[in-house]
Structures are given as C-alpha cells and as structure tokens.
C-alpha cells in the first residue's frame, strides 16, 4: 500500500521569499516515482515536477524544486521567489513504476497563500 | 483537443437517479484516469485505462460505478442508482505513460439530493 502524509494543511509566505511544501511517503514498491501538483481555486489540477525513486539529483522546474530524501521517505517543494499567482493548493503524489504503475496516491494538501 | 474536456461541469441528481460523467482525453494519450475529490482532500484513484481496457478498477467503492472507454479515447463514468455520499468532484486525467505527471480536466461536481 502507498500512503502520502502532508502535515501542513495551511502555509503563509512573503511575496519573492521561499517556501517548503513538506511531503513524506510510505510504500513497498521498489521503484516509484513522486508528483506535485498545484490546484488552483479554478479546480485544475496542474502538473508541476516529477522525482523517480532511482534519480540521482533533486528535479528542478524552473522556480520548483523537489528536495528528495530517500532514506527519511521525504520528497519536499520548495518555490523560489514566490509570486501571488502560486497561491493554490500543493498536492504530492507517488505511483509505483512496475507494480501499482496506473494508481497515483494524492495526500490532502496544503494550502499556501502568498502575502503582497 | 488541447486539453482534458470533463463534461458536464456541474451536474444536480436526485438520489436513486442514473448519471453519465464524459471524459474526453489528449488526443494520443493511451492512459486514462478517473479520481474522486471531496472537499478538502486530495483526489481518490477510482479506475485507470490503457487503451480500452480497465487496467486497474481497484478503486471503484461498489458495483453502482461503471466505466468505460471503448474505443480507447472517450471516458464514460457511469454510477447507478446515486447516494447522497457520491457528491464529489469527479475528476478525469490522461497521460502518454512513462514518467510523466497527468494532465487533468476541470472535472465534474456531482451533487446528489
């Protein structure tokens, strides 16, 4: 079974300051892979940044970035230079690569709120 | 098309009424998704297509939930004889596989009463 903790249900941030988005996971797959997804008021969910479980290097996307700790089962967001527009729910997400390869596992997000 | 397409956007049942929720995924995408979001949580596997298939239906709650997809593009969610618990906002995704995130529609809010 997979299981996506995020504990944060709401986090505040500055305008162009940073923030971390925590997310730890559980699972018995051997190879998985891990998601952020961003979720407007609109109701869209939006792809945002992928990690595998066998990547080397933390994924960056452009002002996105996946700090991913294998051994703790951590795969946290961090938002650079954070704007006004990136207020949203954060969701994290994982799917196994072999088995489980169809199921992703969503935790129920955080809210951030991006202060002027 | 350019996108996901969910309709109908919002759809308002009585309970014990029959539903029909269409998918229509990215042109091209083999893989194709139903989830289930409540307010407040995160989305809820429901069933996954690779092509026309149910390659997994694990996450259907009960025999009143039917999908399909028959030839291998548009998504029908069928749910029969509706509780007032299957309001929720229905949401559909489509990927080309591999290790890509989904792309998802607007979804469908189903309120039943």
């Known amino acids: 079974a997979q299981k996506i903790t995020q504990t944060q249900p709401g986090m505040f941030v500055q305008e162009k300051e940073a923030v971390t988005l925590d997310c730890t996971y559980d699972?018995?797959?051997?190879?998985?892979?891990l998601f952020w997804y961003k979720q407007p008021s609109s109701g869209e969910m939006i792809f945002l940044i992928y990690q595998g479980s066998y990547d080397q290097q933390n994924a960056t996307e452009g002002r996105y970035s996946l700090n991913f700790q294998k051994a703790r089962k951590s795969a946290n967001l961090v938002i650079s230079a954070s704007q006004l527009g990136d207020s949203a729910m954060y969701f994290c997400?994982?799917?196994?690569?072999?088995?489980?390869?169809?199921?992703?596992?969503f935790g129920d997000g955080t809210t951030l709120t991006v202060k002027p | 098309g350019a996108g996901v397409s969910q309709t109908p956007s919002n759809k308002v049942t009585e309970k014990g009424k029959y539903v029909e929720l269409r998918c229509d995924p990215i042109s091209g995408h083999t893989a194709l998704y139903w989830y289930r979001q409540s307010l407040g949580q995160g989305p809820e596997f429901l069933i996954y297509f690779q092509g026309t298939g149910a390659a997994d239906d694990s996450g259907l709650p009960n025999d009143r939930f039917f999908a399909v997809r028959p030839e291998g593009s548009v998504s029908t969610l069928k749910i029969q004889r509706t509780e007032r618990g299957d309001s929720a906002v229905y949401l559909c995704?489509?990927?080309?596989?591999?290790?890509?995130?989904?792309?998802f529609g607007s979804g469908t809010r189903l309120t039943v009463v």
């Open positions: 995704a489509s990927s080309s596989g591999g290790n890509y995130g989904y792309t």
């Open positions: 699972t018995s797959d051997p190879s998985y892979g």
């Open positions: 997400a994982m799917r196994g690569v072999n088995t489980n390869a169809g199921k992703s596992t």
